[in-house]
């Protein structure tokens, strides 16, 4: 089925160090949105991505959305210790579901 | 954080026995989901409900079975529990569907023994 597939799996960085993960789709998205999940969390919404090369910021959080519409990122600068999680990229693909991926686990080494 | 809770927060039931989850929910949201999470898979839709009781599949159903008499609630319920249903179960809800953001619940932790 249609799925956004997201690189790295994990990533290991030092504190301080920046961080980038991908999200890439075959077709083209309607908007894509990007969560955070803590360790034994659950879930955040951050933000969502709609127009064609979109970028947004949010403090050291940069966000863009590709021209065609087909792959998104999420740069972190200078990570600290309370960026450890799993960012995940779904997209509903134009219907009512959205469809999770496996996320990138971020870990930061002190 | 929305105003959703889930119960129970844990649980361990043995393999055959059936198992209902609850999410309720204080934001008078349509849209209400269930997803389960499990190491390698990420998240998974389970089964969403886009009103008082209408209820469609997700992507893992089966087994899975859900009602939704009131718009506030969202029950989930294991049939006949599995080893395989062991996972963390979280609810979700959002307020209009297609491209709105979804609030997660804090998760059910279920074992089956």
């Known amino acids: 089925g249609q799925q956004v597939m997201q690189i790295p799996q994990y990533q290991h960085v030092q504190e301080g160090e920046d961080f980038t993960t991908y999200c890439n789709s075959s077709?083209?998205?309607?908007?894509i949105q990007w969560y955070k999940q803590r360790p034994g969390g659950h879930p955040v919404f951050l933000i969502q991505?709609?127009?064609?090369?979109e970028v947004k910021k949010q403090k050291r959080l940069t966000f863009q959305f590709g021209e065609a519409k087909k792959n998104s990122s999420l740069h972190i600068t200078a990570t600290q210790t309370t960026d450890v999680g799993t960012y995940f990229c779904?997209?509903?693909?134009?219907?009512?579901?959205?469809?999770f991926g496996t996320g990138t686990r971020l870990t930061i080494i002190p | 954080d929305a105003g959703i809770t889930q119960s129970p927060r844990h649980k361990v039931t043995e393999t055959g026995t059936p198992v209902t989850l609850r999410c309720h929910q204080t934001e008078n949201h349509r849209y209400m989901y269930w997803y389960r999470q499990d190491p390698g898979h990420g998240l998974r839709l389970i089964h969403y409900s886009y009103g008082v009781k209408d209820t469609d599949k997700g992507e893992v159903s089966d087994g899975y079975s859900v009602s939704r008499s009131k718009t506030e609630d969202f029950l989930l319920t294991l049939e006949s529990a599995t080893s395989s249903q062991t996972s963390v179960y979280f609810c979700?809800?959002?307020?209009?569907?297609?491209?709105?953001?979804?609030?997660f619940g804090p998760g059910t932790r279920l074992t089956v023994t």
């Open positions: 779904p997209s509903n693909f134009g219907n009512e579901k959205l469809t």
């Open positions: 077709t083209t998205l309607s908007n």
């Open positions: 991505l709609v127009k064609s090369g």
């Open positions: 979700a809800i959002s307020e209009s569907h297609r491209a709105s953001e979804q609030y």
